[in-house]
């Protein structure tokens, strides 16, 4: 379905160029506790991706909060995973009719529009988040990916995936693992 292509700010291929990327990367979200700013002196990487999925919130996200603790600079991206937007095997439903597509589009409009408000921005891709998230830790120098656990066959299927792929990407560049954090 090309009706995403074009709605968010032609960030549709598998390349980001270097001054792209740039925008996207921002010091730490503006999240703060009761107590006041997080810190962590013991930061264990300096860049971790927040993997936005189903929950698109950004006052109460526990990926984000987790993220913004462990490490000093927050990416967050979105992938339109266009499985997704197939048909399903069994009986040849959408999987996502117009109505949720349009939804769909309006929240991650939404949360680019509040992460904007953070000071930070959202990295809008449309793929497979295994295909796209390994180069994008790969070229950025990413040690972590936050994002929420899913329960279903076919998003953990994609896990599963995309955790294979880190580990082979990591070896091939001669890095240290990608590590994933799920949130509940």
């Keep these: 379905m090309p009706f995403f292509t074009t709605v968010f700010f032609g960030i549709t291929g598998h390349r980001l160029a270097s001054r792209q990327v740039t925008v996207f990367i921002r010091r730490r979200?503006?999240?703060?506790?009761?107590?006041?700013?997080?810190?962590?002196d013991n930061m264990k990487n300096k860049r971790a991706v927040v993997w936005f999925r189903n929950d698109l919130r950004t006052l109460d996200n526990e990926a984000i909060f987790?993220?913004?603790?462990?490490?000093?600079?927050?990416?967050?991206?979105?992938?339109?995973d266009k499985r997704?937007?197939?048909r399903t095997t069994w009986f040849d439903f959408e999987k996502t009719g117009a109505h949720r597509a349009k939804f769909l589009i309006e929240s991650v409009t939404d949360l680019r529009q509040n992460l904007r408000a953070l000071g930070?921005?959202?990295?809008?891709?449309?793929?497979?988040?295994?295909?796209?998230?390994?180069s994008l830790c790969t070229s950025l120098g990413v040690g972590?990916?936050?994002c929420q656990k899913e329960v279903c066959s076919e998003e953990t299927d994609v896990e599963d995936r995309l955790m294979r792929r880190l580990d082979e990407t990591s070896k091939a560049a001669g890095?240290?693992?990608?590590?994933?954090?799920?949130?509940?």
């Design 29 to 40: 979200l503006s999240c703060s506790s009761s107590s006041g700013e997080i810190r962590s």
């Design 66 to 80: 987790a993220a913004a603790a462990a490490a000093q600079e927050v990416i967050p991206a979105f992938i339109f």
């Design 84 to 86: 997704q937007f197939a």
């Design 120 to 134: 930070s921005d959202l990295i809008v891709h449309v793929g497979k988040p295994e295909e796209f998230l390994p």
């Design 144 to 146: 972590e990916i936050f």
């Design 175 to 184: 890095l240290q693992p990608v590590s994933m954090r799920f949130n509940a």
